[in-house]
Every structure is written in structure tokens, then in C-alpha cells.
């Protein structure tokens, strides 16, 4: 079984992977607080840890895969205090918390099915955890490291830090977050401002609440992650993913929840995605440069001069290491989905080959530097360049300028297209028949219907846009009485 070096975040260096079990692997990513619409910000750790699940699964790994949804806890700021962002959505929307939970959901789904994101092994919730948690706090109390003040508990990082390293994954430092933390209105139940909340009572009208040995109240945000993560892949698990922006507090508090509890740590490898960028800015809602994925897929944000397909978005996002900062701009789409389109061009190349006595190309090399490039903490770019530098050999084949044996173009086909679609995710946009094609059909009913409700809101401006920009792609819309119908041309 080829190894696997990754870049571990607890460490600070690339590790030869070794699984606990072999060939067993238990990964858990953290998955979305589902509020909101899904946006490139979720696209970026959904696609590479589908890209690790993938390539683990490739290598002969037998692999448990929990991504979680947050459904509960997660507060407007990461100091405890303000409203849980779900509660709020379905205040303003006037639903039932559930009602807004799985209607956001849903929609992440379908985006994750349009960019072929594999499902997880297992989608535990944390609504659905609040038993675990709670035992989970008895045990952090029992072991001295929580205190109780209102109904509401409170890890003690101070207490902790004196036995254990609170700052072990982030590198911060106690005195430099006593320094540097404010004291917020309303936080006089902490010892100290930055002690993060593992229950807290809920207020009279708030809406999710559940009964506790401490008051009828909710989970911290960080609890469900340390609950859900042992419950499903056992203490110590393999790997533990997700963005770099939850590296601290998020993770930071999960291993000190674990030791709290435990006296060990829970995670043997943790791996962290690298932020997003448009244009050379970060993303944010008042830089108004927040782009949702169904955004992306339309075209309809402002920033965007068309609409990029789920394959070119993904596609895009493995053109860069995990571990690097990717900018999003115009440009560098439609040079991605140029790229995209002759990498799948050359795949249908290679049908038209016709095998030689002898070969003048060596399929060796093609496998050879794949594995190298992906072995080396999952160095996507570098695996692409060389099936690029293969694009090139596939149409000199083509073309009848080199040759190839029988066995080599069986070989170099089974390959190619092993990375291409197994291990890099990616899917033939144009070939009809295919399990695209039923992406495809989904793809155009979803844009039919948002215009359908841009019409009913009497948004005609982007209801039209989007019937223009279905048209420059070849699709005919038909409207009827109660609906619609297309085709392409």
C-alpha cells in the first residue's frame, strides 16, 4: 500500500500517515452550520477533504467518514454571547428552527451532489447528540477543569493551562489572550473572558432548549465536534479536517475538551484547508463580495462576467494546495474552465488511439509522479501538471506522431481516467448519457426555478438573466401557465 505524508497542523510538519487500525482510517471533518445558503467557503473544505476520502479509498484504506451539520449552539460570536445563528434565521423567517436546519440542508446537498462531492460515511447532527454532550460536561466537571455559574458551564482554560497546553494546536498564548480578550457586557459569569461555554441556559425566549443536570439550556458550539468525532470513530481516531479558519478556537477547545475529560488527546492528525480570497480580498458579507454557490453556478453575483459550471469550480480549487491561499477572480475561472475542458477533450482522445507494435511513451511515469505528487500532502497541482504534460503524449498518440502498445494503452487509459474522475472527483460535462448528464438536467431545473421565484417576487432583472444565460448555452426555455419546459438545441 503506497504511504501518504501529510502536513500535520499539531506538529508543524508532514508525517508518513499511519493509520491506528490499518487499513481502517477514521477522519472527521467539520461540516457546515446550516443557516445559510452554501458558499465558496464550504465549497473549499468539502472538495479537499472529498479529495483525501478519495484518494485514502484509492490507496486501500478502508475509510469511516463523519462530517457533521450544526444545527444547534453555534452563537453569533465565538465569545459566547449573542444569538444561536439558527434561532435567529427562524425568528426572522418566522419557522420552526428544524423547518430552516433542513431546508439549508438540503440545499448544501445539492450543491455538494453538483460539485460530486461524496457523501460521508455518516452525517451525525448535533441536535440530534445533546446525551453525549451532556455526559461529555459531566465529565470535564468531575475532572475539575469546568465550573458551573447560572445554570450555564464554563471550561476553565486557566486551570487546564496549568497542567495541560491550551495553545498546543494554534501555538497562542495564555497571557497574550488575557492581554488581548475584551471583556464583554454581560460575560461577569466567566472567570475569565476567554473560559468558552460548554452549556448554557438558554434565555426565556430562546427557542432551542433541552433539559440538563444545570438548567434547561444548549450545547457550546465546541462540544458537539468532541462528542459526535469519538462517538462514531472511537479515541484515539486518525484524522480530524477542516478550514483554517476554525483551527482557533474551534479545534483549539476541542482538544482541550478531550484531555479535560479523557487525559488524552482524541486526534492523531490534524489537517487544515486554507482560506479563500475573491479578487485579492477576503470573502465577506460587507465587502459585498460574498459569493453563494449558487451564485457561481448562475452567474447572477455582480463580481461574476458568467457562470462558472460546479465541474470548473472544482476543478479550479484542486489547481491549488490545500494548504495555500486561493484567490478567486474572473480570470483565473475561465483559464480553469479552458483547462478543464482540454483535460476531458484529451480523455475522449483516447478512443480514437489505435495501439502499435511498440510504445515510444512510458505509462510507468504517468503513475509513477501521480503518486508521488498526491503522497506528498495531497499536492493536487502537481498531479495535474502531469496529466497535462500527458495531454500532450495523448494527442501526439492520437495523431499517430508516437505509439503505443496494446497493453499500454489499456494501461494509460484505466490511469487517466482512474485520477481524473475516481481520485480528483471530476466529471465529463459534455458527454451525454453519462451520470453528468442527470447533474446537468438538475442543474438547469434548479436555475428554472430560482427564475421562477425571481418572477413571482417581480425580480424580472435577474429572472431574465438567467433565460439569457441559459440560451448562450444552448438551452430553450418554454414557459407555461404552471411552469416550464426546456430543452437544448
Known sequence: MSQIAIYNTLTRKKEVFEPLNPPHVG????????????????????????????????????????????????????ADEGEDKIAKKARLEQLEPMEVVQYYTDRYHSAMKLLNVLPPSIEPRASGHIIEQIELVKKIIDNGF????????????????????????????????????RQLDGQDEKQNPFDFALWKKASPQHIMRWPSPWSEGFPGWHLECSAMSTKYLGEPFDIHGGGMDLLFPHHECEIAQSVAANGKQAVRYWMHNNMITINGQKMGKSLGNFITLEELFTGTHRLLEQAYSPMTIRFFMLQAQYRSTLDFSNEALQAADKGLARLMAANRQLDRIKPSATSSVRVDLLKEKVYEALNDDLNSPVAIAVLFDWVRQINLLAEGKETISESDLHELKSFFRTVIFDILGLVDEHTSGSKHAELTAKLVEMLLSMRMEAKQRKDFATSDRIRDELAKLGVIVRDRKDGFDWELE
Open 27 to 78: 477522519l472527521y471533518v467539520c461540516g457546515p452550520t446550516v443557516y445559510g445558503d452554501p458558499h465558496l467557503g464550504h465549497a473549499r473544505p468539502a472538495i479537499t477533504f472529498d479529495l483525501l476520502f478519495r484518494y485514502l479509498k484509492h490507496l486501500g484504506y478502508k475509510v469511516r467518514y463523519v462530517r457533521n451539520i450544526t444545527d444547534v449552539g453555534h452563537l453569533e460570536n465565538d
Open 146 to 181: 469546568a465550573y458551573e455559574r447560572k445554570g450555564s458551564i464554563y471550561f476553565d482554560v486557566v486551570k487546564y493551562n496549568k497542567k495541560h497546553n491550551y495553545g498546543i494546536l494554534s501555538g497562542r498564548n495564555i497571557d497574550d489572550l488575557m492581554a488581548n480578550t
